[in-house]
RNA sequence: GCGGGCGUGGCGGAAUUGGUAGACGCAGCGGACUCAAAAUCCGCCGUCGCAAGACAUGUCGGUUCGAGUCCGACCGCCCGCACCA
């Protein structure tokens, strides 16, 4: 029986209004199921999705399908993430107004979305530009105010001072601004902070319970947070060398055991005793503006090269008085960090070393290997970092350095330097407060109000919410909220005369960081519905890039924190389950070489294999272009295929389904031609099978075969249907994927013979079940195709409604079991025995198989490692 | 620079987490069907070798009866570094 090409083209959009009619993913808060919250991040609204969406998306939606076939009761919501610069720099431009440019992208990509048939429940989307959105975060940050949770503090911004702007990282290239391209100043400005720091501990602590996050991310959150215990330690300043008014300088240290080692004290560029210093000596100034100069980012500040300027002031050392030691103002010792001033210890510390060869000062090795010379033990090129024997240390040599450590400490908590002891221990963390001011128009307004009188005040609630005004201009840089002609005019609500509203707007990191516990009740007029969010939280599995591994992740956990300390929900940890999807990477093509090149895009190209080589021509002319490197897609390469055009060439599942298949998800995906065509064979081969085969299988009653010709079938199919599922549970889709086409290569005969007529009734029955099976377990990944073959069978149910079928454990277990016989760890035989057999049993039938018999030649075995149904190895 | 990760056939990957390396797919080759092509179906497919076999998981060492998996050093690529989202 001959049926037509499966045209997802038809199918598609059918199933999708049909999912819709029926609302089969909208979820009610009251369904008394047990809940799982699937989620993947949202997206910002750029225009158009791209391939990493799809990615994103497909995984998540496999996630919410398989779970709601499994019985749970799934959240599975979407939304924005529609703050941000780039609808600022389109409004600059382009002359369009962020509001309006955000919304028609919003309205652009949720077509898309929609067209891959994912199963979200859409009502309750949002936009955290959405007023009613902010609105509540702007609740929030009063709240979070009244707990003492945010505060003002100076910190530093880069300047652009040509363009007369604040730019972020991004936006400075190599030292200069983007746009001007004039060389960034550092400036000091009074900004919004949350005090992130005051969970430093916890958020470390609980990182042991997220048992379900990558291994990966555990560390580098735990790396990022940085909990070192160390020592302050104060070094007493040589008087004559000191600038008025200073009397010593306190140095965080990791390694009081090194002291001996110190040969110079290095001090930030913005210490006091630097600007002290600078004061009165212009070529200290001058290299603190060079300091200044660079751009705020960590990542700048540690590639250049290292270098500093001898103050001139000298320090005594804290175990030896008589012994002076020069300080240093050094471009890599950071204010944020610790105090702003460490000792350097060239021996133990590779920085540290390649600043004394630097400047000429001393390197005395402190610390050596166990196992090391005293009287030759030198430090070259290399820094000696590791633990070991103390030497060169006075009272301390021969001593651990773990117990110099602590003799040190002991040392110096008794020594008095004025009345205070010279040295204190000190838990340090590396995690800095979180800085939360942008002086930009596209974000969600901070809701206080300066007052000359009153200070600063709060928006009271019922003020809120500050609404952004619409009448702005981007024709000059600048924040627009600053130079509006009335919106930051505003009474006191304390006192009632002009005051000033707040210019800054949030970082859209906040936005992001509740937006999950938002979708729980959407339209709730406080923040959160406390009772509906703690049913709902933490989100059972989280799906997202590794590039949101810290900032993103770590901004939501302190959220929950400080949420729960104002009321608004009562879980500690956002996020239960968490993962981190891979790339889309495509190959790269370019014509020309050099400076002439340019980027093709893989639409305008074909490839062809000439002698088992593969070239690329140009399809417009034949010119061959050569390929270059798999990159991750980006406009500039322009190495990106547009999800539209893949969907309305072969269709969303087989865009889904090739996402889902050859690499697994938390690796890169390649995308190629090639590949996606295998699976939309697959997709046709499915229909295929399943569409002739249904018309002799419509009546039959689907049933396993136990016995006979069709067990082998059945065993297939229940075999299958375990193993998927324990993949979907891993999120191992490629995995899922093989199985799958392992199932339809083996139903590929079967099902033909039903299609020809063949088959009796019990034969029938087992197909009938083993191609139900096969349609349910390529459901959540080929949803459409699955409802359409669902539909042929001549079920009246929708698979998105029907429950996961369950697999019969006597079709699933093998009887014997094949060992592979090894003699000195290389394979000679196999051996075919009963799952259960013995340990003696198996010795005795491996030892009498003729392989091993050749290779004993009548010696007797060293001896016989079996490993129970796994291998046995002969030892001889 | 610091922190984290990855590296297996021509290609994407699998390997029950220390137990038969290369499942499954892509590409390729051979065959069937066809006037022909496409589609489809069947078979072959790590390297060397006639074969027995040997060699093979980025490189070099180590631990082990046994290493893709564990340890050490190195090489290459990728992500993050606090104002991109």
Redo the contacts with the bound molecule.
Sequence with gaps: MATERYNPRDAEPRWQQKWNEAKVFETDNGDPREKYYVLEMFP?PSGRIHMGHVRNYALGDVVARYKRARGFNVLHPMGW?A????AENAARDNKVHPKSWTYQNIASMKTQLKAMGLSLDWSREFATCDVEYYHRQQALFLDMMEKGLVYRKKSK??WDPVDHT?????QVIDGRGWRSGALVEQRE?V?WFFKITDFSQDLLDELDTLDQWP??VR??QK??IGRSEGMAVRWEIVPSTAPAGETEVTVYTTRPDTLFGASFLAIAADHPLARAAAEKNPAIEAFAEECRRHG????AL??AEKKGIDTGIRVKHPLDPSWELPVYVANFVLMEYGTGAIFGCPSGD??DLDFARKYGLPVVPVVMPKDGDAATFEIGDTAYVDDGVMINSRFLDGKSTTDAFELVAEKLESTLLGNQPQGERKVNF???D??I???RYWGCPIPVIHCDDCGVVPVPKKDLPVELPEDVTFDQPGNPLDRHATWRHVACPNCGKDARRETDTM???VDSSWYYTRFTAPREDAPTDPAVADRWLPVDQYIGG???????LLYSRFFTRAMRETGHLDVKEPFKGLFTQGMVVHETYRRGTGQNGEWVSPAEIRIE?ID?KRRAFLLSDGEEISIGSIE?MSKSKKNVVDPDDIIASYGADTARFFVL????PD????W?E??V??AH?FT??LWRLISEASGNLVGVKPNPAKNGEALPISQAAHKTLKAVQEDYDRL?F??A??RI??LV?TL??PLAKVASGEGDPTYRAAVREAAEILVQVVAPMTPHLAEECWAVLGNAEMVSRTPWPAYDETLVVENDV?L?I?I????RG?LTIARDADQSAVEAAVLALDAVKAALDGRAPK?I?V?PQ??V?I?V
């Design positions: 910002y993430d703050f941000g610069m780039p911004v880069n604040v730019l972020a990282n991004e400005l900004q291994e990966k560390l580098m790396n990022w705020t980012s960590l990542a540690e590639t590779q920085r590396r995690l800095r979180w800085g001011s942008r002086q970082d859209t990191f590794i590039e949101h591994a810290i900032l993103h294999e088992g991750k298949s050859d690499s697994p690796r890169d995906v390649i190629s090639a590949g065509e295998g064979r046709q081969r191992s490629n995995r994927v093989a086409y392992e290569n590929a005969a094949t592979p090894q000195n760890g290389k394979k196999e001896k490692i490993v796994r291998i190895n030892v």
